[in-house]
């Protein structure tokens, strides 16, 4: 199985920038798409990003395309969420999550999760 692991997650101003980062446990990391989810207090997970095994295939929410980029480096069983020109609604607990389907949006197909980093986005 996979073990993630998230830190970056932090306050930081309007229009700021942050990176949060993703670090997987094992060497078959390659082999799992990862997603990156979010949730509010009072609201439902929330699909933020999403990269396929390979790299090639990205996937965004509207609400965050432009602004956030999402990456991975299998060397380092890592991937990492830039995150820029945030907003106070960004603001949330965010998840890495990895699992065999491509790059999907729905939190069900992801096997694995991590414990969540917080962000923080002041007015």
């Known amino acids: 199985q996979v073990q993630l692991a998230e830190s970056g997650g932090g306050l930081v101003q309007a229009g700021g920038s942050l990176r949060l980062s993703c670090a997987a446990s094992?060497?078959?990391?390659?082999?799992?798409?990862m997603g990156w989810f979010r949730q509010a207090p009072g609201k439902e997970r929330e699909f933020v990003a999403a990269?396929?095994?390979?790299?090639?295939?990205?996937s965004y929410a509207d609400s965050v395309k432009g602004r956030f980029t999402i990456s991975r480096d299998n060397a380092k069983n890592t991937v990492y969420l830039q995150m820029s020109t945030l907003k106070p609604e960004d603001t949330a607990v965010y998840y890495c999550?990895?699992?065999?389907?491509?790059?999907?949006?729905?939190?069900?197909?992801?096997?694995?999760w991590g414990q969540g980093t917080q962000v923080t986005v002041s007015s």
């Open positions: 990269i396929s095994w390979s790299g090639a295939i990205k």
């Open positions: 999550a990895a699992g065999p389907v491509r790059a999907g949006r729905d939190p069900n197909v992801y096997d694995y």
């Open positions: 094992g060497r078959t990391f390659s082999s799992y798409a």
